[in-house]
């Protein structure tokens, strides 16, 4: 069993950043594709971005693409997502997730076994 704890979240500007932080317990890290997803008011929880096992591998949603970065350090157990440029439109919560196959990548909610419990960004403008 895999247990997420989210951190990192807050309330910015427009235009600001934020490093989300996402640390792992209770299983092998390392062999874990990790994932962020973010869910807004009354929307369905959404793709951000993943990072295979071996960190070689990154994919993202293209409204973020070239603004957020997935990185992880299998020597923390943590993986990270760091958010630059915000903009009010990613105001929402922030989920980290754990996948164990190795399809990659993985973008839909059922395709991951372990979520945390999430962290609220929120953007002014």
């Known amino acids: 069993q895999v247990q997420l704890v989210e951190s990192g979240g807050g309330l910015v500007q427009a235009g600001g950043s934020l490093r989300l932080s996402c640390a792992a317990s209770?299983?092998?890290?390392?062999?874990?594709?990790m994932g962020w997803f973010r869910q807004a008011p009354g929307k369905e929880r959404e793709f951000v971005a993943a990072?295979?096992?071996?960190?070689?591998?990154?994919d993202y949603t293209d409204s973020v693409k070239g603004r957020f970065t997935i990185a992880r350090d299998d020597a923390k157990n943590t993986v990270y997502l760091q958010m630059n440029s915000l903009k009010p439109e990613d105001t929402a919560v922030y989920y980290c997730?754990?996948?164990?196959?190795?399809?990659?990548?993985?973008?839909?909610?059922?395709?991951?076994?372990?979520w945390g419990r999430g962290t609220q960004v929120t953007v002014s403008s």
């Open positions: 209770g299983g092998t890290f390392s062999s874990y594709t």
């Open positions: 997730a754990a996948d164990n196959r190795l399809h990659f990548p993985p973008v839909l909610v059922e395709e991951y076994d372990y």
């Open positions: 990072i295979s096992w071996s960190g070689r591998s990154t």
